[in-house]
């Protein structure tokens, strides 16, 4: 993905906030503003008419009008224009500026005259008709003022709103800031959990689950690294063995049987040296692979396994004259199990491999497969010298070899080949002595996982 596509994917959850919380906050005032501004108008307009028509009314009794209304000056003040007119139709009263016609409609009109829009009010009585007219500029331009008026508070609020809203989102959000400069700041090798306080709800369960992955993370670099120092100390010894086996060879007499000698000693030396990288290559492949989910994985018929991994340890058995195969034929169905094929093959094997090379020669290997209590059972058993009880726990650590079987030479690494594979598998390692053969008895137990009925493999 292109840098312009990466842009365009991410965004500020800040920024995101801000921009939908303010929009939010600034169109929910315009509404609000518009709709005061358009209720005070029309407020404005019943106010006005109301008051023409109380005008109206207190001149309909047919008192004496004053001076001032003669005089216009009050009119001018109000931009009110009085025309009044008796039974006769004869004019009574009329304000000095007033451009009204000389009739009106009964009730509110609206009348231009001289280029001027009036709001007209005209009262009939049974003794004067009266009319009371506004100039609407007027009126429309003090209404523009009230309604202002009331929108006024709305843009004094809106503002102060919207950087409230801003403080509180910058605020709720500065434990992730915090979080975030944490995690820049640390090194590569920094697996120290991220502190958690004041984070929001919705955020803490990530950095949690952060914290639990620096967790694993640290576990499995420390375990790199101790990988990198035993590989570095167990591969010293076996290349200067080789070193200096060829370099007898180079300072070795011309006797042809001396010479072939060294030369089968440097094989065996080379082939050690192989193995051994082997062994390390799996292993490191092996511990740095992920957990085995059990809902995923492929089926994995243990009786192909056992018969591929029998079939690749068979050569060295029957070099050694051992009675290698499966113990017994089990009747009922086993169901298989979720994982890697070839994974399980190679814990198989080593198992196998590792009873072989310490089983003397005529003696017997058994592997067996069982059903218990639901779950799929891989066992095998020989009849070797076995591990001392003591020793058992720490047989599966990478280099390490019981000294009881020290006997033969090998690399340390095969028990704990065998056991990163099982907990990738979610199977349990169990030693113990052979009842049946007298020596070591490894036990794999693998986890129960309900499957389809079309799914169960039948004991072949």
Do not use: C
Not at 80 to 105: E, H
Not at 214 to 229: C, E, I, P, T, Y
Request: glycine share 8%.
């Amino acid at each position: 993905m292109s840098p312009l596509a990466k842009s365009r994917t991410t965004h500020s959850l800040r920024g995101r906030l801000l921009w939908f919380v303010l929009a939010a906050i600034l169109l929910a005032a315009l509404l609000q503003a518009a709709t005061a501004y358009r209720g005070a108008l029309q407020q404005a307009d019943a106010m006005f008419d109301d008051h023409l028509q109380q005008m109206a009314r207190s001149l309909r009794s047919g008192i004496p009008l004053g001076s001032p209304l003669i005089d216009g000056d009050e009119d001018a003040s109000f931009d009110l224009y009085v025309q009044i007119w008796g039974q006769d139709g004869t004019q009574l009263f009329r304000s000095t500026r007033s451009a009204l016609p000389p009739r009106a409609v009964l009730g509110f009109s609206d009348v231009e005259a001289n280029g001027n829009r009036y709001r007209v009010y005209t009262l009939q009585t049974a003794l004067q008709t009266v009319q009371i007219a506004q100039d609407l500029d007027a009126r429309s331009a003090r209404a523009r003022a009230l309604a202002l008026k009331a929108v006024l508070p709305f843009a004094l609020l809106t503002p102060l709103l919207m950087l409230a809203v801003w403080w509180v989102i910058s605020l709720s959000l500065a434990p992730i800031e915090r979080a975030r400069r944490q995690v820049a700041g640390r090194s590569a090798d920094d697996f120290s959990p991220l502190a958690n306080t004041g984070l929001p709800g919705e955020v803490r369960p990530l950095v949690d689950e952060l914290n639990l992955l620096f967790g694993r993370v640290r576990g499995a670099f420390d375990a790199q690294k101790n990988f990198v120092a035993d590989a570095a100390h167990e591969l010293r010894s076996p290349l200067t063995a080789l070193k200096l086996q060829a370099q007898a060879l180079r300072r070795g007499d011309d006797d042809p049987a001396e010479r072939a000698a060294g030369i089968a000693r440097l094989n065996q030396g080379i082939d050690r040296a192989i193995r051994l990288v082997e062994q390390l290559l799996v292993l490191a492949r092996e511990e740095a692979g992920p957990g085995q989910n059990p809902e995923d994985g492929e089926n994995v018929n243990l009786h192909e396994v056992v018969k591929l991994a029998v079939a690749d340890v068979l050569p060295l058995a029957g070099h050694k004259q051992i009675d290698l195969g499966l113990a017994d034929k089990p009747g009922a169905q086993l169901p298989p199990v979720p994982g890697q094929r070839e994974a399980l093959r190679i814990m198989l094997r080593n198992l196998l491999d590792n009873a072989v090379k310490y089983t003397p020669a005529g003696g017997q290997v058994d592997v067996s497969l069982q059903l218990q209590q639901g779950q799929p059972v891989l066992t095998v058993e020989d009849s070797g010298p076995g591990i001392a009880a003591q020793g058992r726990p720490r047989v599966f650590d990478r280099f390490f070899r019981a000294s009881d079987v020290a006997l033969e030479t090998g690399s340390g690494l095969g028990l704990a080949i065998v056991k990163a594979i099982a907990e990738r598998h979610g199977a349990t390692l169990a030693l113990d002595r052979s009842s049946r053969l007298g020596g070591l008895k490894v036990e794999v137990r693998f986890a129960p996982r309900p499957l389809a009925p079309g799914a169960i493999a039948t004991a072949q």
